[in-house]
Structure formats: structure tokens, C-alpha cells
């Protein structure tokens, strides 16, 4: 059902070129994904967790699909899952039609800690694919990641190592490294956890802009309903552990995107909508645990 | 006062446009710098504390136990005389080529651990499978006191040079390996990932996560591992030896020479300082990232 509807939408999007071929991948660079009944625990026979539970979602090329749900509900796992990290109990996970089956240069991730490597400059770490892989000239490479620089405000600290920079800084520097090499799908676990408020704004819109003059595929995993409403093509909504998809959102705002338009009503809706379901999910998960039923007590009838 | 003010702000505008010292300059800039801070005076007095307890109770107060074991005095005036009484001082041959071989054989066996631990160590970190083969035998060697080697070198091989070299090598193989070991399993796996995701081969995340990610534990372990070379070494002089400091201790005991004895064990310590400090310099050459990230210049 889910990928019938896939593949009419992305046939229409990239110009009625068969999908999933390798023309249709050069020419749009931009990669759709398939996740159909995924399944996915932790632990052994005796003490076995599920963390996913069959998980189907489809990302149409060229949008920006924000994925919220409680803490600890699986985000993770899901992005390790769709990173190539770890395979799947069941269930397929699809790029173009290919089953994934490691990591692999066409997915990025962006990650939830910071992960550029300490022991190179922040340069370096930028150059690093692109150099390994020898797709660009040198000459390329250097333009290429000047100009991305240039972008993410981090001239100045291009020869400073990961540790002698700012948080923000090393999520920018990051942000850089993901992007010289143009993924055709980028993943983002909450890319901008830990920022203070003011610069993860600036992110944010820094980041949009990014996003609307390329349009690269993008799963961007968050825990900030607004910042997915901001962003997002498609807002996904999660259940609590183990994960399925609770809710799919089509966020409506028009592009390009401003700030001001989270205060609409269409904006204030979305997120009303997401917040219930997101709610119920929460208490469902302290009343399994049932230790904390003053707690979630309270916090209903607060909330009625 | 406000002129002083002036001239003070306009020096310190001079110090940002100066072009960063180099070399011994440098060295002598960090000097300088560290003459504002107590650690040199506190440095200088607990050495003359040391001394001056070592005096004391030697060749001062002459405490029973102490009275036979020579006083600062004699070993410093002996050690820098020309003509010494008994036989040996920093100007005389023997003393020369005690120190020359026994460095000699430290280059070596450290030299010999290092090219042999770092690899081995960095391979079974890196291969699960290679890990499993070697891991058991490793870890059942190296519980092995390295005094309980002696008559086995000494059976294997012939003369007093292999042996010596075999059983300083042994020591400080295990301590090289184990910590290189130790190293690649602390790499965070999101270094991994990330490599993963960037498209490298498991050549590229070898060389540029595995190496540069175990080093911080690697000159760790060359560290003790030098240390532990030298205890071993001295040992292994001290049983069978024809020349090196650990001989020298020994034989200048057997004939009751025992300036020379304190002599041999001062420059031992002397020379095991120089050689940690030069370890710990390469270690802090090789990883600037993590020198400058974690302000450890200058130590
Ligand atoms: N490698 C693993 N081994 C065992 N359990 C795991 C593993 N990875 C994740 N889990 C479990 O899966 C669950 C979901 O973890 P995950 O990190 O995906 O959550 P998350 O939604 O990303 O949370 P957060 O919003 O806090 O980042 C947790 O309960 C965790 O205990
Ligand atoms: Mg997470």
C-alpha cells in the first residue's frame, strides 16, 4: 500500500523517469526511501527488548522528513538501522530499491554526539571522504570546502582541532563534512541537541536555507515538535517503545520558510496535533513502568 | 603612572604582532614564563630537602645503618674528580662504556618492543579474529616474572649480549603490546561510523581511525614500558653482564666499592629520566591535536 503511493509521487517529482534506476539517481542525486515492516531488538532470548516494531515509512526524494516520538523510543536505532550500522530482525529497509546492506557513501549521518575525529584539523575532517575516495580533483576539494567554510562561518578556525572549538562550532564544522559530499539521502539525529536556544536557531535557519537551495533527501531526527514543523516536509510521529509510526503529518507551510510562521494557526494546529499524540505516547510509557503513577497522575490532571 | 600604563599596553600590542618563538628560544620563553609560578622553587627546594636529609643522616649525624652507605659529599666530590679514589668517575673510560652499553641495549630491546608491540597490538585491536589466536598466549606469558626468564635467555642463547637484550625486549613487549591493545578498544565507535559513512575501506579506517585514535594509550604504554625495560635490563646485568650500569652495581658491591655503587644507581636514574622524557616528547610531536586541545605544552 505504503509503496505504491511512494513510487507514483516520486515519479511525478523526478520528471516520470522510472524510479530507482541509476539514471534517475545521477540525474535528481537525490535518493527515496523504503522501510516496510522493519522490526528490531536488543538483548538476548531471556531478556529481550523490542525496540522497533514493524516500522513502515516511505521518504520521498528531494523532502525533508522530520521523525519526533518520546525519548528513548528508538530514534536512534531507527537512523542506525537506516545508516547501514546494524541490519534488521525483519522487514527491508530500501534506497532506490536496493536493499541496504552496510554503511555506504550515498547515506550521511550526521550525528547525535559530535563525531569528527580529535586527532585531525577541522579542515581536515571536512576533506576527509572526498579525499579518501579520490572522486574530486584536489583543486576541487579545496574550492569545494572554502566555500563551505565560508557557509558555516568557520574561516577562522579552519586549521583548529575538534576539541579546541565551541559545541556549536564542532556541529557546524560537522554540518560541513556531511555536505562536501553531497549525499543523495542525509540523516540527521538530532543534529542540534545541546545548543542554547540562540544558536540553535541560527542553525536552524541556517540549515534551511541549506536544505531549500539543494533540496537533498533528508530524515532529520529531533525531539523539538517545533523545530520538525519548522523544517519538515512530512512530519513522521512515533509511538513509544517499541516504535511504529503513530502519525503522518504533511506540514503545509509554504517555502521559503520564516520563522514567524510557526506563530500561524495552520502551524499552531500541526502542532497541537503531534503534541496528543505525543502525550498519550509519553503516559503510556510511565504507566508500563507504573512506578511513576503519582507522577503521571498529576501530571493529567495538570494538563486537563 | 598613566605613561607606564600607556608603554604596558603598547608592549603588549608589540607581544601580538611578534612572531611565535621556535626551538630554544621557545624553551627559554617557557622558562621564563615558569619563574612567575612556584613549581621550579618548590622543585629546588625539594631537592635540597632530599640532599639534605641524605647528608644527615649519612655523613652528619652518621644514624646507625646509614653510616656505611656514602654521604652526598663523597659521592659528588668523587663523581666529579678527576683523579678518583676508587677508580671510577665521570671522567674515567669504565665508567663511559658502562653507560654507553647499557643505553645501548635499551635503544635496542625498547626499540625491538616498540617495532613489534605497537603492530601486534594495533592488529589484534583491530581484527577480531586475529585477537582470538594471539589474546590467550599473551595473556599467559605475560604473568611470567620476567627473573623467572633468566635461566631460560640464558639457555637459549649464547654470550651476555642476547640474552640481556632478550629478557629487556620481553618486558617491555608485553606492557607495548597491552596498551596498544587497550588503545584501539577505547576508540570511540562512532569514529568508526562516521569513517563508515564517508565511504573508506577498511585500509583508510586503519590508517586514519586505529592508528591515530590508540596513540594517546600507545605512548602511555611506551612510557612504563621504557621504565620496565630498564628494570629488567639492570636485572639481567646484575646476574649476567660484562659491562652496562646494572654490572657495574654489582661488581663495584662485591668488592666493597660502594661509592661507585650509589655512582652506577644515580646515573641510572639520571639516564631512565632522559629517556621517559624523550619518549614523552615524540609522544607529544606525534599528537599536537591532543596537546593543543588540552593545553599540555611546555610539559
Ligand atoms: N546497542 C544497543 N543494545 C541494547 N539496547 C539498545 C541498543 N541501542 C539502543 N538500545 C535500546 O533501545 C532503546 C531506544 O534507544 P535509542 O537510542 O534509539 O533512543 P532515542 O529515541 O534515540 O532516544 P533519545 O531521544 O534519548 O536520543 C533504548 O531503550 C535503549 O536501551
Ligand atoms: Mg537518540
Known amino acids: 500500500?505504503?509503496?505504491?503511493?511512494?513510487?507514483?509521487?516520486?515519479?511525478?517529482?523526478?520528471?516520470?523517469?522510472?524510479?530507482?534506476?541509476?539514471?534517475?539517481?545521477?540525474?535528481?542525486?537525490?535518493?527515496?526511501?523504503?522501510?516496510?515492516?522493519?522490526?528490531?531488538?536488543?538483548?538476548?532470548?531471556?531478556?529481550?527488548?523490542?525496540?522497533?516494531?514493524?516500522?513502515?515509512?516511505?521518504?520521498?526524494?528531494?523532502?525533508?522528513?522530520?521523525?519526533?516520538?518520546?525519548?528513548?523510543?528508538?530514534?536512534?536505532?531507527?537512523?542506525?538501522?537506516?545508516?547501514?550500522?546494524?541490519?534488521?530482525?525483519?522487514?527491508?529497509?530500501?534506497?532506490?530499491?536496493?536493499?541496504?546492506?552496510?554503511?555506504?557513501?550515498?547515506?550521511?549521518?550526521?550525528?547525535?554526539?559530535?563525531?569528527?575525529?580529535?586527532?585531525?584539523?577541522?579542515?581536515?575532517?571536512?576533506?576527509?571522504?572526498?579525499?579518501?575516495?579520490?572522486?574530486?580533483?584536489?583543486?576541487?576539494?579545496?574550492?569545494?570546502?572554502?566555500?563551505?567554510?565560508?557557509?558555516?562561518?568557520?574561516?577562522?578556525?579552519?586549521?583548529?582541532?575538534?576539541?579546541?572549538?565551541?559545541?556549536?562550532?564542532?556541529?557546524?564544522?560537522?554540518?560541513?563534512?556531511?555536505?562536501?559530499?553531497?549525499?543523495?539521502?542525509?540523516?540527521?539525529?538530532?543534529?542540534?541537541?545541546?545548543?542554547?536556544?540562540?544558536?540553535?536557531?541560527?542553525?536552524?535557519?541556517?540549515?534551511?536555507?541549506?536544505?531549500?537551495?539543494?533540496?537533498?533527501?533528508?530524515?532529520?531526527?529531533?525531539?523539538?515538535?517545533?523545530?520538525?514543523?519548522f523544517l519538515a516536509d512530512r512530519l513522521v510521529v512515533l509511538s513509544n517503545k517499541p516504535a511504529h509510526v503513530r502519525k503522518v503529518i504533511d506540514i503545509k507551510l509554504e517555502r521559503p520558510r520564516d520563522f514567524h510562521m510557526l506563530s500561524s494557526t495552520q502551524a499552531y494546529e500541526y502542532k497541537r496535533e503531534a503534541m496528543e499524540i505525543l502525550h498519550e505516547e509519553a503516559l503510556k510509557g510511565f504507566k508500563s513502568t507504573d512506578s511513576q503513577s503519582d507522577f503521571v497522575e498529576a501530571f493529567s490532571t495538570q494538563n486537563d | 603612572?598613566?605613561?607606564?600604563?600607556?608603554?604596558?599596553?603598547?608592549?603588549?600590542?608589540?607581544?601580538?604582532?611578534?612572531?611565535?618563538?621556535?626551538?630554544?628560544?621557545?624553551?627559554?620563553?617557557?622558562?621564563?614564563?615558569?619563574?612567575?609560578?612556584?613549581?621550579?622553587?618548590?622543585?629546588?627546594?625539594?631537592?635540597?630537602?632530599?640532599?639534605?636529609?641524605?647528608?644527615?643522616l649519612t655523613e652528619g649525624w652518621k644514624v646507625p645503618r646509614f653510616e656505611k652507605i656514602p654521604g652526598p659529599v663523597e659521592v659528588i666530590t668523587e663523581f666529579f674528580s678527576r683523579d678518583p679514589i676508587w677508580g671510577t668517575s665521570l671522567f674515567t673510560?669504565?665508567?663511559?662504556?658502562?653507560?654507553?652499553?647499557?643505553?645501548?641495549?635499551?635503544?635496542?630491546?625498547?626499540?625491538?618492543?616498540?617495532?613489534?608491540?605497537?603492530?601486534?597490538?594495533?592488529?589484534?585491536?583491530?581484527?577480531?579474529?586475529?585477537?582470538?589466536?594471539?589474546?590467550?598466549?599473551?595473556?599467559?606469558?605475560?604473568?611470567?616474572?620476567?627473573?623467572?626468564?633468566?635461566p631460560l635467555a640464558i639457555v637459549m642463547f649464547s654470550g651476555f649480549e642476547t640474552p640481556i637484550i632478550f629478557l629487556a625486549t620481553l618486558a617491555s613487549f608485553f606492557v607495548t603490546t597491552l596498551n596498544t591493545l587497550l588503545g584501539v578498544e577505547s576508540i570511540d565507535e562512532s569514529y568508526f561510523r562516521a569513517a563508515g559513512c564517508l565511504g573508506s575501506k577498511k585500509h583508510h579506517v586503519f590508517w586514519h581511525v586505529v592508528v591515530p585514535g590508540a596513540m594517546p594509550f600507545v605512548f602511555t604504554g611506551l612510557q612504563i614500558s621504557i621504565g620496565v625495560a630498564w628494570f629488567s635490563l639492570v636485572a639481567a646485568e646484575m646476574i649476567s653482564g660484562d659491562f652496562g650500569l646494572g654490572y657495574m652495581i654489582m661488581d663495584s658491591y662485591m668488592v666493597n666499592k660502594y661509592v661507585s655503587m650509589v655512582m652506577a644507581m644515580i646515573s641510572l636514574g639520571f639516564v631512565g629520566w632522559i629517556t621517559s622524557a624523550m619518549v614523552r616528547w615524540a609522544g607529544n610531536r606525534m599528537m599536537q591535536w591532543r596537546v593543543k586541545a588540552l593545553a599540555l605544552e611546555g610539559r
Open chain 2, 93 to 150: 673510560e669504565d665508567f663511559h662504556t658502562n653507560v654507553y652499553v647499557s643505553c645501548q641495549r635499551i635503544l635496542i630491546s625498547f626499540g625491538l618492543a616498540t617495532g613489534l608491540g605497537v603492530p601486534l597490538g594495533l592488529f589484534m585491536g583491530w581484527s577480531r579474529k586475529f585477537k582470538d589466536y594471539a589474546f590467550p598466549i599473551l595473556e599467559t606469558l605475560r604473568p611470567i616474572p620476567i627473573l623467572a626468564w633468566v
Open chain 1, 1 to 229: 500500500m505504503a509503496r505504491k503511493q511512494t513510487s507514483t509521487k516520486s515519479k511525478a517529482s523526478s520528471g516520470g523517469k522510472p524510479n530507482g534506476t541509476t539514471v534517475a539517481d545521477k540525474t535528481s542525486g537525490k535518493s527515496g526511501l523504503e522501510l516496510s515492516n522493519v522490526c528490531k531488538g536488543y538483548g538476548d532470548e531471556w531478556a529481550r527488548e523490542e525496540v522497533l516494531i514493524d516500522l513502515s515509512l516511505s521518504i520521498l526524494p528531494g523532502e525533508l522528513t522530520a521523525v519526533v516520538g518520546p525519548s528513548g523510543c528508538g530514534k536512534s536505532a531507527l537512523v542506525n538501522l537506516i545508516a547501514g550500522f546494524e541490519l534488521p530482525d525483519s522487514g527491508e529497509i530500501l534506497i532506490d530499491g536496493s536493499p541496504v546492506t552496510g554503511p555506504g557513501k550515498d547515506r550521511l549521518v550526521v550525528f547525535q554526539e559530535s563525531a569528527l575525529v580529535p586527532w585531525q584539523t577541522a579542515y581536515q575532517n571536512v576533506v576527509f571522504g572526498p579525499k579518501l575516495r579520490r572522486d574530486m580533483s584536489p583543486a576541487q576539494i579545496k574550492e569545494e570546502a572554502d566555500k563551505l567554510f565560508e557557509t558555516v562561518g568557520l574561516v577562522e578556525f579552519k586549521d583548529k582541532y575538534p576539541l579546541q572549538l565551541s559545541g556549536g562550532m564542532q556541529r557546524r564544522a560537522e554540518l560541513a563534512r556531511a555536505m562536501i559530499n553531497q549525499p543523495k539521502l542525509m540523516i540527521m539525529d538530532e543534529p542540534f541537541r545541546g545548543l542554547d536556544a540562540m544558536s540553535r536557531e541560527l542553525m536552524q535557519e541556517f540549515f534551511l536555507r541549506l536544505f531549500e537551495k539543494n533540496r537533498r533527501t533528508n530524515l532529520f531526527v529531533t525531539s523539538e515538535i517545533e523545530e520538525a514543523i
Open chain 2, 1 to 56: 603612572m598613566s605613561d607606564q600604563a600607556i608603554s604596558s599596553v603598547e608592549a603588549g600590542k608589540a607581544g601580538e604582532v611578534r612572531a611565535a618563538p621556535k626551538g630554544i628560544m621557545l624553551a627559554w620563553y617557557r622558562f621564563k614564563k615558569s619563574l612567575a609560578t612556584p613549581d621550579p622553587y618548590l622543585m629546588v627546594f625539594g631537592i635540597f630537602l632530599w640532599l639534605g636529609t641524605y647528608y644527615l
